[in-house]
């Protein structure tokens, strides 16, 4: 009897831990479910008959936006061709916006009716402006010039230049420039930081603009009634601010032209720009020229004139050339460069036995006799010629005065002073010359006045 109660007892506990392991399995995996829902996971792990299924959480708009917009990414921009039309056509709506931002750079933007842009970092066209400013070769090459502030830009527009850029920081400094000469030229809007960067000026204006490089023969300059015959010739005036100065005062004097040699500084520097005060736009400049160039740009018959710094007016050629005993060359006077061109230069015959001339050829210096300033020089069209203060006058220039019966126009000095600034000396000249021709047509004028009232009578 114990034999058999064991054996049922036994029996049981076998059959009790198999329903228990089938009831726990279930019992566990259920709970092991209901975990799962309550940890939000990635992925609901089921019981072992169905470990291979997955269930995936439901998907909201959010989700489903983020995986059609990770389908456009990933077909080059393009929507997948499922899903509904709606979200398709949002799709493309959004990735379309996305690329503009990406691929434009430049913003347009108006003003007044004139459209302009706005610059982006790397512009190219910032990098050419910096190339008009600093290299001559460019600005040659290009027909290019560069101006800067709001006043020499109007003077610009006025004469009838043609403005290719204009560069500005904000719409206000552009409403200060003419609007209507600016239809065909390109705006751009930068940062005034940028512009600090880029300029010269301590205290730059905000606006900076690229011109075609202008042709006197086609500008309309200001009123020219003012002006009278007196041209000025800048020989080998290699400073910038001198030239520059040059230039105002010859605009101030009235003076009809303005005539430079191939030795002269480049007359768009930006540095002379600045000290000529927009002489540029208000008489003809004409660079680069040879003597043969210059002489087609003067009026026939017309007197040439040299500013001489370096004798006094008492003492004539013929003294200057018996007190010296060396031989005579131009770089021994100080009026003459030093380097005269070979081509033109005309010697003397000497004797080829005499020791005091051996050494060295005499040069045959132009005859042209000397003249204070204030004396009567300007009596009929006039061109007055100012050497550089480093090589002074060509020997081209002093051989023109000759041929043209002219003066070595003599500026007295206190003792002990070398000279005056080829700038101030041409200030001087040029105003003293004005008052002269002024006064000469007046007297012309009284002259003719009677004469005509007596044949009215």
Same mark, same amino acid.
């Not at 691929?103 to 933007?109: G, I, L, M, N, P």
């Given at each position: 009897?114990?034999?058999?109660?064991?054996?049922?007892?036994?029996?049981?506990?076998v059959?009790? *831990?198999v329903f $228990?392991? =089938?009831r726990s399995?279930?019992?566990?995996?259920?709970k092991? &479910?209901?975990?799962?829902l309550?940890?939000?996971?990635?992925?609901?792990?089921f019981?072992e008959?169905?470990?291979?299924?997955?269930?995936k959480?439901?998907?909201?708009e959010?989700?489903?936006?983020r995986?059609?917009?990770?389908?456009?990414?990933?077909?080059?921009?393009?929507?997948?061709?499922g899903?509904?039309?709606?979200?398709?056509?949002?799709?493309? @709506?959004?990735? *379309?916006?996305?690329?503009?931002?990406?691929?434009?750079?430049v913003?347009?933007?108006?003003?007044?009716g004139?459209?302009?842009d706005?610059?982006f970092p790397g512009?190219?066209?910032?990098?050419? $402006?910096?190339?008009?400013?600093?290299s /001559?070769?460019f600005?040659e090459?290009q027909?290019?010039?560069?101006l800067?502030?709001?006043r020499?830009?109007?003077d610009?527009?006025d004469?009838?230049?043609?403005p =290719?850029?204009v560069?500005?920081?904000?719409? !206000?400094?552009?409403r200060?420039?003419?609007?209507?000469?600016?239809?065909?030229a390109?705006?751009?809007?930068?940062?005034f930081?940028d512009?600090?960067?880029?300029?010269?000026?301590?205290?730059?204006q905000?606006?900076?603009?690229? &011109?075609s490089?202008?042709?006197?023969? /086609?500008?309309?300059?200001? !009123?020219?009634?003012?002006?009278v015959?007196?041209? $000025?010739?800048c020989?080998?005036?290699r400073?910038?601010g001198n030239?520059?100065?040059?230039?105002r005062?010859?605009?101030?004097a009235?003076?009809?032209n303005v005539?430079?040699t191939?030795?002269c500084?480049?007359?768009w520097e930006?540095?002379?720009?600045?000290?000529?005060?927009?002489?540029? &736009?208000?008489?003809p400049?004409?660079?680069?020229?040879?003597?043969?160039?210059?002489?087609?740009?003067?009026?026939k018959?017309?007197t040439?004139?040299?500013?001489?710094?370096?004798?006094?007016p008492?003492?004539?050629?013929?003294t200057?050339v018996?007190?010296s005993h060396?031989p005579?060359?131009?770089?021994d006077?100080?009026?003459?460069s @030093? /380097?005269?061109?070979? /081509?033109?230069?005309?010697?003397e015959?000497?004797?080829s036995?005499? !020791?005091?001339?051996s050494?060295?050829?005499?040069l045959s210096?132009?005859?042209?006799?000397?003249?204070?300033?204030?004396?009567?020089?300007a009596? @009929?069209?006039?061109?007055?010629?100012?050497?550089?203060?480093?090589h002074?006058?060509?020997?081209e220039?002093? =051989?023109?005065?000759?041929?043209t !019966?002219g003066?070595r126009? &003599?500026?007295?000095?206190?003792?002990?002073?070398?000279?005056? *600034?080829?700038?101030m000396?041409?200030?001087? $000249?040029?105003?003293e010359?004005r008052k002269q021709?002024?006064?000469?047509l007046q007297?012309?004028?009284?002259?003719? =006045?009677p004469k005509?009232?007596?044949?009215?009578?």
């Amino acid at each position: 009897m114990a034999a058999y109660m064991r054996g049922v007892m036994c029996l049981f506990s076998v059959e009790r *831990n198999v329903f $228990l392991t =089938q009831r726990s399995g279930v019992l566990v995996e259920s709970k092991r &479910f209901v975990r799962g829902l309550r940890r939000k996971p990635v992925r609901v792990l089921f019981p072992e008959n169905e470990t291979s299924k997955v269930l995936k959480p439901p998907l909201s708009e959010q989700n489903v936006w983020r995986l059609k917009e990770a389908e456009v990414t990933s077909a080059g921009g393009h929507p997948s061709t499922g899903g509904h039309p709606e979200e398709t056509e949002s799709v493309k @709506s959004r990735s *379309n916006v996305q690329s503009s931002v990406k691929h434009v750079c430049v913003s347009k933007d108006q003003v007044d009716g004139l459209r302009f842009d706005r610059a982006f970092p790397g512009d190219k066209r910032l990098a050419r $402006l910096v190339s008009v400013a600093r290299s /001559r070769t460019f600005r040659e090459h290009q027909g290019k010039i560069l101006l800067e502030g709001r006043r020499l830009i109007c003077d610009a527009l006025d004469a009838g230049a043609n403005p =290719q850029t204009v560069f500005f920081s904000t719409v !206000d400094r552009l409403r200060e420039l003419p609007l209507d000469k600016l239809r065909r030229a390109s705006l751009v809007k930068v940062k005034f930081e940028d512009i600090k960067t880029w300029s010269e000026l301590v205290a730059p204006q905000g606006v900076i603009a690229i &011109f075609s490089r202008p042709d006197p023969s /086609r500008m309309n300059f200001a !009123d020219r009634s003012h002006s009278v015959p007196l041209s $000025l010739i800048c020989d080998n005036i290699r400073d910038p601010g001198n030239l520059g100065t040059m230039l105002r005062c010859a605009a101030a004097a009235g003076c009809h032209n303005v005539l430079l040699t191939k030795g002269c500084v480049d007359v768009w520097e930006p540095k002379v720009l600045r000290a000529a005060m927009g002489a540029h &736009f208000r008489l003809p400049i004409h660079p680069s020229l040879t003597w043969d160039d210059i002489k087609s740009h003067l009026p026939k018959p017309v007197t040439v004139h040299v500013a001489d710094s370096s004798c006094e007016p008492h003492r004539s050629r013929e003294t200057e050339v018996i007190a010296s005993h060396k031989p005579s060359k131009a770089g021994d006077y100080g009026w003459v460069s @030093s /380097r005269p061109s070979r /081509r033109n230069t005309r010697y003397e015959e000497y004797d080829s036995d005499s !020791d005091a001339e051996s050494d060295d050829e005499r040069l045959s210096l132009p005859r042209v006799d000397t003249k204070l300033y204030h004396d009567s020089w300007a009596r @009929s069209p006039t061109a007055l010629v100012i050497g550089g203060e480093t090589h002074g006058l060509s020997v081209e220039s002093v =051989q023109l005065a000759e041929r043209t !019966d002219g003066h070595r126009l &003599f500026i007295p000095v206190a003792p002990d002073v070398d000279s005056l *600034n080829s700038a101030m000396a041409a200030s001087i $000249l040029l105003f003293e010359g004005r008052k002269q021709l002024l006064k000469l047509l007046q007297t012309s004028g009284k002259k003719r =006045q009677p004469k005509a009232e007596r044949q009215v009578s």
